[in-house]
């Protein structure tokens, strides 16, 4: 818990320093960044740490942070946020371990029901009677024991393999109508490196992401702010447009070094895009500078895609040229893995496998949607939609030009 509080108070701590360069209160940036005054005060306090850092990184642009300050911003807050989400050590103990004393489930009084006063049982008691010392065992048959004996194994052997297991991963161009993989735990609890992966980010160019919901405008919501983008797309049940961006953040569990060997892509699934399937919905709200330390390129339409290492930008205009595997991590070095996968011809399935190496030892960590594939299809022949906040009518989805959205599927 001290590690934790650490890593979380460093982070608070740079922000209050880039604060307390500027005139301005804790209301009026928070006015800026269009969040909540308090919001913002927990997390300059340690109270809190931001799900995103879209709007941390426009914090900091805000208070005059430079290139060298914005990256050991994202460092930390990349730290301070793989603490957030690790389990407190009671609590861990307390869902572990039942109470002792404890010979069965405890009753939890609903406060809309009283609980009714005890009736004493005044039904006649049976007549005491000595029970005898030695009590023959029944007999049981050896074969049904042997049966029993090898079904309880199977059973536990079956539920080991479900949780600690890795099956093979699926071709990479099955045929149409493949089924996607199962859902598969996010993460090995004996590998040296855990790993958290986002694909409602706002774009590898902080531009905003595009989806498509089969709903008309007037039933769609407003774009939702950054970090509640996610539930937006569940309850819209919205299909990524076009180009997907995945934002994968990889930390080590100790001091060793873990070498990430590759980025390989496993598509589960690749259809035809139906012709109905809905609008194009761009959450585009503006571009802004963004951290990119690794950028990659996927092609979905590809017969084998592949991971390609593009250059990146630094978030102040400088070029970063292309840098390909391998990369080293610990738990004071995480890297930021930007993957765009973009389709122009299907609504595909897909997943990455990222295999790394530590003192001897090697595997390979399946990235996907919190253990479904991730899902992206192409929005050629569909009419797009943003959402308009300046003009004299603002506060409605307004069509994109027709020009527009060819260029944009191109």
């Keep these: ?50 799900q995103d850092f879209a709007g941390v990184e426009r914090f900091a642009v805000l208070c005059g942070a430079s290139v060298e300050e914005r990256t050991e911003l994202h460092r930390r807050w990349v730290v301070a946020d793989a603490a957030r989400r690790q389990p407190r050590p009671q609590e861990a103990r307390q869902a572990a371990v039942p109470p002792s004393g404890d010979t069965g489930p405890a009753v939890v ?80 609890a004996s590998a040296p490196l855990t790993w958290t992966a986002d694909d409602h980010t706002l774009g590898l160019t902080s531009c905003g992401e595009d989806y498509v919901v089969a709903q008309p405008p007037q039933k769609v919501p407003p774009p939702p702010h950054p ?110 893995l930007m993957v765009s996968a973009r389709t122009e011809s299907c609504t595909c399935d897909w997943y990455l496998d990222l295999t790394w190496s530590s003192q001897g030892r090697t595997g390979t960590a399946r990235i996907d949607d919190h253990g479904r594939p991730f899902r992206s299809t192409s929005t050629k022949g569909l009419p797009g939609y943003r959402y308009d906040r300046i003009s004299y009518r603002p506060g409605r989805w307004v069509p994109i030009p027709a020009a527009n959205m060819d260029a944009t599927a191109g």
């Design 1 to 50: 818990m001290a590690a934790v509080h650490d890593d979380v108070a460093e982070f608070a701590s740079l922000l209050r320093r880039l604060k307390e360069r500027t005139d301005r209160s804790y209301a009026a940036l928070a006015r800026r960044l269009d969040v909540h005054a308090s919001t913002l005060h927990r997390y300059c306090t340690g109270e809190a740490v931001p």
């Design 109 to 188: 009084a609903d406060p809309a029901r009283p609980i009714p006063a005890a009736v004493p049982d005044r039904r006649p008691r049976a007549q005491h009677r000595p029970r005898p010392r030695h009590r023959p065992r029944p007999h049981r048959h050896p074969l049904r024991s042997a049966a029993l004996a090898l079904s309880l194994v199977a059973a536990l052997l079956g539920l080991t393999a479900s949780t600690t297991g890795h099956p093979p991963a699926p071709t990479s161009h099955p045929a149409p109508g493949a089924q996607p993989a199962p859902h598969r735990p996010r993460a090995d």
């Design 227 to 336: 970090e509640d983008i996610a539930a937006w797309v569940t309850s819209q049940r919205a299909v990524h447009a076009g180009t997907t961006g995945v934002r994968i953040t990889v930390q080590g569990r100790g001091s060793a070094a873990v070498v990430l060997e590759a980025l390989h892509v496993r598509v589960t699934n690749r259809a035809t895009p139906a012709v109905g399937r809905g609008t194009v919905y761009s959450l585009s709200d503006g571009c802004g500078a963004g951290i990119t330390p690794r950028f990659f390129s996927v092609n979905l339409d590809a017969y084998q895609p592949v991971a390609r290492s593009m250059p990146g930008d630094d978030g102040a205009g400088t070029p970063v040229p292309a840098i390909g595997f391998p990369y080293r991590v610990s738990l004071q070095d995480p890297e930021v």
